[in-house]
């Protein structure tokens, strides 16, 4: 079956036609790719003709894109059938509803506004039940009378039956049809809700009454037993909940699902795109409502899967789901218009057109004011003339009804071509005329719009008081309403699913308020990068009000976000950047440290993987910069003391020097081979107290690389300790590359012979977060005055310079020592922990440093360094023990 | 009940609530008797315990705030009117009032009586501004408590950042309104009253 004109542009980049056939080199496969390359081809003929469309912006603001869409159908339609005399392509029942129809649903279930579909579901539910009954009912019943009075033609050979079960496919407002038309009308959120609301949710009432009058008619009207119509009120319920349940159900397990999804990010979406499909298919398997199931398993699952997933995989969710969503309706819209030329099917009536389109515009009419009335009598806001003429016409039909239409068994409902040519026509009709007069409509009448306002801090919060208001004085009156329930199920989802649902770290964090305020910032932050906020330079930069900077920056979310775990929804580098115009000062910071202190090293990260995504350089920068800050503060401390560091150790580092230059090669960027990797501070402890083991270097690694973060300035300080050396003498010094406490990582979680730190590692580290930028003052008078009195005796010295702070980096690194000496400090519990991995010499000269160290570590330490000696004293004594191995 | 309620009631005492709160008469009946069953001391006052009795306003974050508003300044006693015109502020806006009026004293249920009725609750030295303070204790009282002091106060930093126009670094009535002006408060501060 070769194909004429469409798939032309599919086949394009094959072969030359001519293949030869005796020539084993180019084969002609049309065959084997056909199916495949035919729908490759259609979708990006779709998606082509979108382009075009958007490329006039004239058009496409008087003429809906469907309609477009459809026009274009039509005409790709007539140019196969005159290619190849007949309708090659149309528009499968079961391709639709199998594969084109759930995107749309998911991706409308998924993004729909909970609170407010919640909020009007019982003018969602009325339009979408009794709505949708007495329309087919009216509408089939007034066919069924023009029928009997003789208006139609002979040839429409339909009873009661027949055109009930017409007008209950004709008569159910297509969600497809009405999203694609609203979106571009932007009415207010309430309208637009209960009429989408409703052509969602009248799935069920469709289902079944199709179902019913389907099998009604294929049993002869005769054989109707009484029975049979309490089976199908019955069947009605068992249909919409029996749908909704299964949703709910997938919801649930989707939930739980990416609550255990921390190792595999990358295929987090995926579970999101699984279940719900399966959701859609087990509805369809047992013949429950399965545009049911996926709206309230997108509904009901979104809050719980939006907590766990992290922010990458909410966008790829986002992106991915409204990607198939827009193309399915593009192809649909186009293939509706493919269909509608293949005129074999076609067959005529105008009376049965006329009339169905005369009734369904009226009976939509008649059942929406009635409707409305009875329902304002109980709503707090009625919705007036006005919506209901909005409601009324906004009806659309689509390609739902097109679908069953064809699905019609021709031998048992004889007038099968008669209704599809109708159904057609009303489509046409509703999609096309209906579609491009809704909006002057809209405007004409003044319809309230949707304001498109980003939602304030101060919105959230008040409107969160203004429920807990509302909440109280309707317990006051004694009148439980819809709040008291909501309150209720609000109560019951924190107690209890919540805490099933999400991971702890989320459900930590997890408040509306605190969302919107992450939102906000993040929001802010990358309004103020695309501003440009690398307009500032470090000569606008002013530095006195840096330390009065203190405060504000700690309560950053990043700090807070370092301490409480990557749970939250927040990039660390973009919340670093900006979030007001006070952080504009950090950001200058930022920026200067950046320029001055960091030269970024180029690490060639050779990794590739599947399963993982690298964090971002910038990121990774930021975390070196902060580290270095840390560490030359640290270092420049130990200089001024100890500077005395011994010539043993030196002797002792040398010799097995290069079997731990390997082991530390995670961080150096040595050419062994080895990829670069980020190393955390306790891995690194890790890898040199396992000198001998090479198992368990690798075991650390290996939980290192899943959690991907972490730091890498040993292999730097390696490079400019050789320069150093020369540069400075005599100055030796602890190598202190592998003290530095980062934010608590995952890693100390997860490393287990870290365990017993735990306590102490997080409070430094949120320690030193938090003083950094006063600390590097001082850091920096200590390396001053350890310059100056390189020989004589630390501590005795004072810190005179107030130097600018981007000033230290180069001194500072110079005096990096080339020797890896160490010392230690009489510390009996952590020598009772050393290891016994070694066996070298080195070891028994260990002790002889300590009590020569021991007296001046502790002068000085109560002499100068303050309040935070202590915590200066911990650091300290770590690489000490780290290395001793 | 409604008969017994309304005979305790003066039927020139209705004419007058229904004047001052836009209630219908039945409406007040029915709020009369549930008043009635809420004063459990049956001296026609309520006090904070009737109100603190009310098992579901025990556990809203918000209760003692929004109890604290029933009562005038002062006094912890509150009558039937003074109950009724609290009640008030949360009637819905009917069409044929929007229109009329506009002469009158503004009714209870205006727009800026329900907002003036929420930022009370929050402003509780009555200096007719939201200080940071004041915007810290109603957030402490709404947040989980899993959010950090820190997060709390950056919040509040935040929200006062965003609606204050004059830089006094607090929120008042106007910028309170100002900030609300795209809200639906008409909606979103009514509850329907049975009939």
């Given at each position: 079956m070769q194909p004429p004109t469409g798939p032309a542009l599919a086949s394009a980049p094959e072969s030359p036609p001519g293949a030869d056939p005796g020539s084993p080199l180019l084969r002609w496969q049309w065959r084997e790719v056909q199916a495949p390359c035919l729908v490759a081809g259609w979708i990006l003929v779709a998606s082509l003709a979108k382009i075009v469309f958007q490329l006039s912006r004239k058009v496409t603001s008087v003429v809906p894109e469907s309609c477009l869409l459809i026009l274009l159908g039509l005409g790709l339609g007539g140019i196969v059938l005159a290619i190849a005399k007949r309708a090659e392509y149309q528009l499968e029942p079961s391709m639709f509803f199998l594969f084109?129809?759930?995107?749309?649903?998911?991706?409308?279930?998924?993004?729909?506004?909970?609170?407010?579909?919640?909020?009007?579901?019982?003018?969602?539910?009325?339009?979408?039940?009794?709505?949708?009954?007495?329309?087919?009912?009216?509408?089939?019943?007034?066919?069924?009378?023009?029928?009997?009075?003789?208006?139609?033609?002979?040839?429409?050979?339909?009873?009661?039956m027949d055109f009930l079960l017409f007008g209950s496919l004709i008569s159910a407002v297509d969600p497809v049809a009405v999203l694609a038309v609203f979106e571009e009308v932007h009415i207010n959120e309430t309208l637009f809700i209960i009429v989408f609301g409703e052509s969602l949710l009248n799935d069920a009432v469709t289902v079944v009454l199709y179902k019913v009058f389907n099998s009604f008619v294929e049993m002869g009207p005769a054989h109707v037993q009484a029975t049979d119509y309490l089976k199908g009120v019955a069947s009605f319920f068992v249909v919409s909940l029996g749908g909704a349940a299964v949703g709910l159900l997938f919801a649930f397990l989707l939930a739980l699902i990416t609550r255990f999804t921390k190792r595999v990010r990358i295929i987090e979406p995926l579970f999101?795109?699984?279940?719900?499909?399966?959701?859609?298919?087990?509805?369809?398997?047992?013949?429950?409502?399965?545009?049911?199931?996926?709206?309230?398993?997108?509904?009901?699952?979104?809050?719980?899967?939006?907590a766990n997933i992290s922010r990458k995989s909410r966008t790829t969710v986002k992106y991915t789901m409204k990607t198939l969503a827009s193309s399915s309706e593009t192809v649909i819209f186009m293939f509706l218009g493919i269909s509608a030329v293949d005129t074999s099917k076609w067959a005529w009536d105008t009376a049965l057109v006329l009339g169905t389109l005369l009734f369904i515009l009226l009976f939509r009419a008649v059942g929406v004011i009635l409707q409305t009335w009875v329902l304002n009598r109980f709503r707090l806001t009625p919705l007036d003339r006005i919506d209901q003429v909005v409601m009324s016409y906004g009806g659309l039909r689509g390609a739902v009804a097109f679908a069953l239409v064809i699905l019609l068994d021709g031998a048992k409902v004889r007038a099968k071509d008669y209704f599809v040519a109708t159904t057609i026509v009303v489509v046409f009709f509703t999609v096309l005329v209906q579609g491009l007069t809704i909006k002057p409509?809209?405007?004409?009448?003044?319809?309230?719009?949707?304001?498109?306002?980003?939602?304030?801090?101060?919105?959230?919060?008040?409107?969160?008081?203004?429920?807990?208001?509302?909440?109280?004085?309707?317990?006051?009156?004694?009148?439980?309403?819809?709040?008291?329930?909501?309150?209720?199920?609000?109560?019951?989802?924190?107690?209890?699913?919540?805490?099933?649902?999400?991971?702890?770290s989320a459900y930590r964090l997890k408040d509306e308020i605190w969302d919107v305020y992450c939102k906000l910032n993040i929001r802010d932050a990358i309004s103020f990068v695309d501003q440009g906020g690398h307009v500032l330079s470090a000569s606008r930069l002013t530095l006195p009000s840096m330390p009065s900077r203190t405060s504000m920056s700690e309560s950053s979310v990043t700090n807070l976000l370092r301490e409480s775990g990557s749970g939250a929804c927040l990039d660390l580098q973009v919340i670093d950047t900006v979030r007001s115009r006070r952080d504009k000062e950090d950001a200058v910071m930022h920026h200067v440290l950046c320029g001055s202190l960091y030269k970024p090293r180029r690490r060639y990260k050779a990794s590739y993987s599947r399963h993982f995504i690298s964090p971002s350089t910038q990121e990774r920068q930021d975390k070196e910069i902060f580290q270095q800050n840390m560490k030359r503060r640290l270092e420049t401390f130990k200089s001024t003391k100890h500077n005395v560091c011994s010539a043993k150790s030196k002797a002792r580092l040398k010799k097995d020097g290069r079997k731990k230059q390997k082991k530390s090669a995670a961080n150096a960027e040595l050419p062994n081979g080895k990829p670069p990797r980020s190393v955390t501070w306790q891995q690194t402890a890790a890898v040199l107290v396992a000198v001998d083991s090479d198992d368990e270097e690798s075991d650390s690694s290996e939980t290192e690389k899943e959690d991907d973060e972490g730091i890498v300035f040993i292999a730097r300080a390696t490079d400019a300790i050789l320069q150093g050396k020369k540069a400075s003498g005599s100055l030796d010094v602890c190598p202190s590359p592998r003290i530095i406490p980062p934010s608590p990582t995952s890693a100390e979680r997860e490393l287990p012979w870290k365990g017993d730190q735990g306590d102490l590692a997080v409070y430094i580290s949120s320690e030193t977060t938090k003083i950094v930028p006063v600390d590097m003052q001082s850091a920096w008078k200590q390396s001053i005055s350890s310059l100056e009195s390189v020989t004589s005796p630390p501590g005795a010295e004072p810190g005179p310079h107030a130097k600018p702070l981007a000033g230290p980096a180069p001194e500072e690194r110079q005096m990096m020592p080339e020797q890896r000496t160490c010392f230690q400090f009489p510390n009996p519990l952590l020598r009772s922990s050393r290891p016994q991995s070694t066996g070298s010499p080195e070891r028994?000269?260990?002790?002889?440093?300590?009590?020569?160290?021991?007296?001046?570590?502790?002068?000085?330490?109560?002499?100068?360094?303050?309040?935070?000696?202590?915590?200066?004293?911990?650091?300290?004594?770590?690489?000490?023990?780290f290395s001793e191995g | 009940m409604g008969s017994r309620a309304s005979s305790l009631l003066r039927d020139e005492?209705?004419?007058?609530?229904?004047?001052?709160?836009?209630?219908?008469?039945?409406?007040?009946?029915?709020?009369?008797?549930?008043?009635?069953?809420?004063?459990?001391?049956?001296?026609?006052?309520?006090?904070?315990?009737?109100?603190?009795r009310i098992p579901e306003l025990a556990i809203n974050p918000l209760g003692d705030r929004i109890i604290n508003a029933f009562f005038p300044e002062g006094e912890d006693q509150v009558n039937f009117r003074g109950f009724m015109r609290t009640l008030a502020h949360f009637r819905p806006i009917e069409d044929n009032e929007k229109s009329k009026d506009q002469n009158g004293p503004e009714?209870?249920?205006?727009?800026?009586?329900?907002?003036?009725?929420?930022?009370?609750?929050?402003?509780?030295?009555?200096?007719?501004?939201?200080?940071?303070?004041?915007?810290?204790?109603?957030?402490?009282?709404?947040?989980?408590?899993?959010?950090?002091?820190?997060?709390?106060?950056?919040?509040?930093?935040?929200?006062?950042?965003?609606?204050?126009?004059?830089?006094?670094s607090a929120i008042s009535f106007t910028e309170f309104v100002k900030v609300l002006e795209k809200v639906d408060v008409e909606q979103k501060m009514s509850i329907r009253f049975l009939h």
């Open positions: 084109l129809l759930p995107p749309i649903v998911l991706d409308s279930g998924y993004f729909m506004p909970s609170r407010l579909f919640f909020d009007n579901l019982g003018a969602i539910l009325t339009y979408a039940v009794i709505g949708t009954l007495w329309n087919s009912f009216a509408t089939g019943a007034a066919l069924w009378g023009v029928k009997q009075a003789g208006l139609m033609d002979e040839g429409v050979d339909a009873g009661l999101v795109f699984l279940l719900a499909y399966m959701a859609y298919l087990s509805a369809e398997m047992v013949s429950l409502s399965s545009i049911l199931a996926v709206t309230f398993c997108g509904i009901c699952c979104k809050k719980y899967v939006e409509l809209v405007k004409w009448l003044k319809v309230k719009r949707s304001d498109h306002h980003k939602p304030t801090l101060n919105e959230e919060l008040h409107e969160h008081a203004f429920d807990h208001i509302l909440a109280a004085v309707e317990d006051v009156v004694g009148h439980h309403g819809y709040r008291y329930w909501r309150d209720r199920w609000e109560q019951f989802d924190k107690r209890y699913l919540s805490q099933l649902l999400m991971r702890k028994t000269e260990q002790p002889e440093l300590q009590p020569l160290m021991a007296p001046d570590e502790h002068g000085r330490m109560s002499t100068s360094a303050g309040p935070s000696s202590s915590r200066w004293l911990i650091q300290f004594n770590r690489p000490a023990r | 005492e209705i004419e007058e609530i229904k004047k001052e709160t836009g209630f219908s008469h039945s409406q007040i009946t029915r709020l009369y008797s549930r008043f009635t069953s809420l004063d459990k001391g049956e001296n026609g006052t309520l006090s904070r315990e009737d109100f603190q009714p209870l249920n205006s727009r800026s009586n329900k907002l003036h009725f929420a930022f009370q609750l929050y402003d509780l030295d009555k200096d007719d501004k939201i200080s940071r303070d004041e915007l810290l204790q109603v957030l402490r009282m709404m947040v989980g408590v899993n959010i950090s002091d820190e997060q709390l106060g950056s919040i509040a930093d935040r929200t006062i950042q965003e609606a204050d126009q004059d830089g006094d």
